[in-house]
């Protein structure tokens, strides 16, 4: 789709994987002048209809907004700037856009986001390449299940965790930092409008439960659940169920009911890569290191990522300059890490030990509701929360 390329000529950019980063690098090296053809191995029904996340910070906006790929986040999209939170000893609703930095978030449905830089690659001439699978990345080269090689000056890996682009890279020695959160939710998607005017984080001594608004008709639901859950085992009447008594429902109101579109279940875990790329293979998104959803800010990291990963290769093919590209890992590291650091911590404040009442599940228990009782209580905990939600 898009302009078509001589399949023995080399381009710019191939980039591997049509989610987030490597969609907003697209069109964010087409801008620039630079050619790239971006593979994708799923069709663009799948890719444009996949439910993920949907909550944007400020900086995303402002990448999205200033380089012509704002227009549905700004004309659709929803500004938040508190959430609630709920316990056993009540709830409280924390206005984080008028701490820290006073940024909010802009939730805006991640796969609304992607028919967006879809059509805005088409139509500044790009060519992506649906159901497309890269098998190996050998230099610049790209084999494409089939046999085809598209070949490019650099290779940019957006293509996840798994992809063709992390094993290219993890062969050449690239460590991974890694950690398990030991946890998992059922994450359900419902055709129901929200409950809450605000993102909602339910604990409870049988795990946690999260509410996220996606659109005034689609709202996402977490519950907390045991390692290899069979989500096809939790019938509807047993997700509403849970989700009242967990969101205290006979305390708080009832919830918005209605037919559940998706469920699955996602463990949380971790993992860094040392470096995002080297010589001419550079990953960015998940591809690069992925973050447990506890704080959402994995697509967040996939367009800061993107935006300094497009600098980097414009400034090494329009200048021959690779400083930016040598400079890749220095700029985006400390960011990733930070935005890991404050993941686990969430991951620490909304997950205690569940349904287990021995010493060390008390212990535990008590220690996530000191943490939640600081939290609404200590303005240097609130100031501190605001900064690192929003930001990156």
């Avoid at 063709?164 to 059922?186: C, F, I, M, P, Q």
């Amino acid at each position: 789709m898009g302009k078509r390329f001589d399949p023995g000529a080399q381009v710019g950019v191939v980039i591997v994987g049509a989610g987030p980063a490597g969609l907003v690098l697209g069109n964010l090296l087409l801008d620039r002048g630079v050619d790239c053809v971006i593979l994708e191995r799923r069709g663009r029904e799948a890719v444009e209809g996949r439910a993920r996340a949907g909550f944007l910070a400020a900086h995303s906006v402002r990448v999205l907004t200033e380089n012509g790929l704002g227009a549905g986040v700004q004309a659709r999209g929803r500004a938040h700037g508190t959430c609630l939170f709920r316990g056993d000893r009540g709830e409280f609703t924390l206005d984080y856009g008028r701490l820290g930095r006073g940024e909010e978030h802009t939730v805006y449905p991640q796969q609304e986001l992607v028919r967006d830089l879809v059509a805005e690659y088409l139509r500044r001439g790009g060519e992506l390449r649906f159901e497309a699978e890269a098998e190996e990345i050998s230099g610049g080269r790209v084999r494409v299940r089939g046999g085809e090689e598209v070949t490019g000056r650099y290779v940019a890996g957006c293509d996840g965790p798994r992809g063709v682009a992390r094993r290219a890279l993890a062969a050449r020695g690239t460590r991974t930092a890694r950690w398990d959160h030991g946890v998992s939710w059922l994450a359900v998607l419902v055709a129901a409008p929200p409950s809450l005017a605000a993102v909602g984080y339910a604990l409870h001594e049988r795990g946690f439960a999260g509410h996220m608004a996606r659109t005034e008709s689609v709202t996402r639901y977490y519950l907390q659940c045991p390692r290899r859950t069979d989500p096809s085992a939790w019938s509807e009447e047993r997700i509403w169920a849970e989700l009242a008594t967990r969101m205290r429902t006979a305390e708080f109101g009832p919830l918005h009911e209605g037919a559940v579109l998706e469920r699955a279940v996602v463990d949380l875990r971790s993992d860094v890569l040392d470096t995002p790329g080297a010589g001419r293979l550079w990953l960015a998104g998940d591809a690069a290191g992925l973050i447990s959803p506890s704080a959402a800010k994995g697509a967040n990291l996939a367009v800061l990522q993107a935006e300094l990963l497009a600098r980097a290769l414009d400034g090494a093919l329009a200048r021959g300059d690779e400083r930016d590209l040598a400079r890749y890992a220095a700029d985006c590291l400390p960011r990733v890490w930070r935005a890991h650091e404050f993941s686990h911590w969430m991951s620490g404040l909304l997950h205690g030990p569940a349904e287990d009442d021995g010493a060390e599940a008390r212990y535990g228990r008590a220690l996530q509701y000191a943490r939640l009782e600081s939290l609404r209580t200590s303005r240097s905990h609130q100031d501190f929360f605001a900064e690192n939600y929003t930001g990156i």
